[in-house]
């Protein structure tokens, strides 16, 4: 059985020897694009290349992207904990044409290794193709022999990509394992596709077309490739579990969260352990790429993603902060793959270290006032907003903590009037704010402060320019 390590390098080694260039992973803090705001996905960093603004010196690459999903289009922070395949923090694989190789061998180059070097067994993969793509259709029935049944057509937007309002697009294929019957969840295209039996893997991007202002879709002269398939999803599979929390690296983390706490990490706090982990390698991989907690943007999605698994930390009884802890083991994990993490190593313990004994001396006041303001609540319930806003603003829980701290009671916040009193606050501290006399400043200032403001990020939700894969 390959560990993490080893499946990231059979996924980089293969391409390369099928011509590609390896290029290392970019930064999560785009450098190109100030409105998305974290790497979501391999193709960002070669945006410009995609739409011809840059050139490369060569026309085929090969990563292993570091992506964060907690935030703007791509949100997958709830699902952490609670699905088998969601991350906050998560790498993904991808091989990319400028250019040159187009469907037919991305679709060759995906099928053979997926097949030969992982030796995955074919009657257990499946496909869709974007429902116009008969091309596609075609060519998964040629290359990989797969019967139509298993070829599914979507025609959603799922399977059309597009960069943006403008600029390349193209109908997409996603590759999914069936994990067996044993596992809740249907087909793609099914109803209950939402479970953790049918895994999507691998996402190929047919870029073939332009989007053009004027509504107009022409097709570009030379159609590229971008593809990115799941790290963690392709190791559970090829470690024989359909949960990425089972792999040998997550594992790793886990025991050491249960060691620390001394919490079993397969009884009912299994959720706790998930979190932690995976909050523990957003945090350390946004730390080490110049990210640090704060109020603001960025800094604020980091806060949330660090309080949220200080909090599950608190459930499992931790007298003291964790956090902290837990780097030396994930530096262990991946500092080889990823030296920034290596070299951030003090910088990340001292940060979650200070950032967990500050939010420590309001947890658990804050805790007990949820607990007392939620006794009379049943499953189905509604949260006061207002009580919400005051564990905000007062004992500093971010709404989605809030959020997962009861959603195990089936009960949600009143969210009108917690953004009615979040605004109640903004309108005094304008009326309050003096100033400097000069009011087009402090416009700028409310407007900028309104745009990036402690809950709600309006300033990224304009991603226009987001990857998908
Ligand atoms: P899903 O439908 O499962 O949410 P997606 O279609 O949003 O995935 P893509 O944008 O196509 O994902 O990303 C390419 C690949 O990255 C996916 O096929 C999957 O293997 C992996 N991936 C996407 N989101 C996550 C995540 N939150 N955690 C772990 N892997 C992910
Ligand atoms: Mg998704
Ligand atoms: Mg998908
Ligand atoms: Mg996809």
């Known amino acids: 059985m390959s560990g993490v390590n080893e499946i990231r390098s059979t996924f980089l080694d293969y391409f390369v020897k099928q011509g590609h260039e390896a290029v290392a992973s970019s930064p999560l803090v785009p450098h190109n694009d100030p409105t998305l705001m974290f790497t979501n996905a391999g193709m ?9 603004v840059e050139k490369r010196p060569y026309a085929r690459a090969v990563t292993s992207q570091k992506c964060v999903r907690a935030g703007g289009k791509h ?5 952490v904990g609670y699905t088998a395949r969601h991350h906050t923090f998560f790498e993904m694989l991808g091989n990319f044409s400028f250019g040159d190789y187009f469907k037919d061998r991305a679709i060759e180059l995906a099928w053979n290794l997926v097949t030969r070097e992982f030796e995955l067994p074919k009657d257990r993969l499946l496909v869709t193709v974007y429902s116009e793509d008969d091309e596609a259709h075609r060519l998964w029935k040629s290359i990989a022999g797969l019967p139509d049944e298993k070829i599914i057509r979507i025609p959603t937007s799922d399977n059309f990509w597009s960069m943006g309002d403008t600029g390349p697009c193209g109908p997409c294929s996603e590759i999914f394992f069936d994990h067996g019957p044993h596992i809740p ?27 053009l ?11 590229s490739i971008d593809t990115g398939m799941g790290l963690e999803r392709i190791s559970a599979v090829l470690q024989g579990t359909h949960d990425n929390y ?57 806060r949330r993603i660090m309080r949220r698994a200080m909090r599950h930390a608190q459930l499992l009884g931790a007298k003291e902060p964790l956090m902290h802890r837990l780097v030396p083991i994930l530096v262990r994990e991946m500092g080889r793959a990823y ?51 005051k564990l905000y603003d007062t004992f500093g829980f971010p709404l989605d903590l809030t959020q997962d701290a009861l959603r195990a009671r089936d009960i949600s916040v009143d969210l009108p009037a917690f953004d009615a009193a979040m605004a109640r606050q903004k309108a005094e501290a304008r009326a309050n704010w003096a100033g400097s006399g000069e009011a087009a400043t402090d416009t700028v ?25």
């Open 44 to 52: 960002v960093q070669f945006k410009n290349v995609f739409t011809g």
């Open 75 to 79: 949100n997958d922070l709830d699902n």
């Open 185 to 211: 969840g249907g087909p793609p295209g099914s109803p209950d596709a939402d479970g953790d039996r049918f895994i999507e893997i691998w996402n190929l991007v047919f870029m073939q077309y332009e989007q």
């Open 213 to 223: 202002a004027g509504g107009e879709r022409v097709g570009l002269p030379r159609p």
């Open 246 to 302: 089972e792999t040998d690296l997550m594992r790793a983390i886990i025991a050491e969260v249960a060691e620390l706490t001394d919490v079993d990490a397969n009884g009912p706090q299994k959720a706790s352990h998930r979190v932690i982990a995976d909050h523990l390698r957003a945090a350390v991989f946004l730390t080490a790429d110049g990210v640090l907690p704060s109020n603001e943007g960025r800094g604020y999605v980091l």
């Open 339 to 389: 030296p920034e993490i290596v070299r951030a190593e003090p910088l990340a313990s001292e940060t979650l270290l200070l950032e967990e004994t500050r939010f420590r001396r309001t947890l658990e006041r804050g805790l007990s006032i949820l607990e007392e303001e939620t006794a009379h609540l049943s499953a189905g319930g509604r949260f006061s907003g207002e009580v919400a806003f």
């Open 445 to 469: 200032w409310f407007a900028l402060r309104d745009e990036v403001g402690a809950t709600e990020f309006l300033g990224y939700d304009t991603e226009k320019a987001e990857g998908v894969v």
